[in-house]
């Protein structure tokens, strides 16, 4: 029983010494090396189309990512909070609910051959109530395919709710370009 008891005193005489003599730093005065690590945020900035007198504007605007929900959830606040004066929106009685892409082919005769050109079909589902405006569908599609012109090649807007859930069918933005405001070339 000697044994763990001289064992312990040695510890604590070892612990003791170790505190008196300190680890061997030198303390040190407060260094100041600037400001704290900041993370920069550089927004990524997209074109939307609003209204005015009912034609198709771009703005540029800023988005957190260029995902097509991030772009159609900012046409809707852009829309909301024109950062132009002047500019409207069709879809100011409406809300983006969600967006769906499904694969899309231009050639419906061999769907499963692989030299398809394969591009993308983007669903834009949103809800309100009234009827969707032509300058509504103008304002998605044409917004879509301004920035995401080589993937997304077709864009359908549905109506979900409130009433019967409507779509508008397969929609490029070259069918709206007599909404075109003067001057403006709309993508395809």
Same mark, same amino acid.
């Given at each position: 029983?000697?044994? @763990? ?16 003599? *300190?680890?061997? +730093? /030198? ?11 900041? +993370?920069?945020?550089?927004? #990524?900035?997209? #074109?939307?189309?609003?209204?005015? =007198? ?10 957190? /990512? ?19 004066? *002047?500019?409207? /929106? ?8 969600? #967006? ?14 692989? =030299? ?13 109530? *009234? ?8 304002? +998605?599609?044409?917004? +879509? ?5 080589? /993937? ?16 508008? *069918? ?17 993508? @395809?």
């Amino acid at each position: 029983m000697r044994r @763990p008891a001289r064992a312990r005193w040695f510890a604590c005489l070892l612990a003791a010494a170790l505190a008196l003599c *300190g680890c061997g +730093i /030198s303390p040190t005065d407060v260094q100041d090396y600037g400001g704290p690590p900041v +993370i920069s945020y550089s927004p #990524t900035w997209v #074109t939307v189309y609003l209204l005015r =007198d009912g034609r198709l504007e771009p703005v540029k605007v800023p988005v957190v /990512s260029d995902s097509a929900k991030n772009i159609i959830d900012t046409l809707f606040r852009a829309g909301k909070q024109p950062p132009k004066a *002047g500019l409207t /929106s069709a879809l100011n009685d409406f809300s983006h609910y969600d #967006t769906k892409t499904t694969r899309y082919s231009d050639n419906t005769d061999q769907r499963n051959e692989p =030299d398809d050109n394969l591009g993308y079909r983007l669903n834009v589902i949103i809800t309100g109530e *009234g009827k969707v405006t032509k300058e509504a569908l103008a304002q +998605i599609t044409c917004t +879509i395919r301004q920035n995401k012109q080589e /993937s997304i090649w077709s864009v359908e807007v549905t109506r979900l709710f409130p009433g019967t859930p409507e779509t508008m *069918g397969d929609r490029g933005c070259f069918e709206y370009r007599n909404l075109a405001a003067p001057g403006v070339r709309l993508p @395809p």
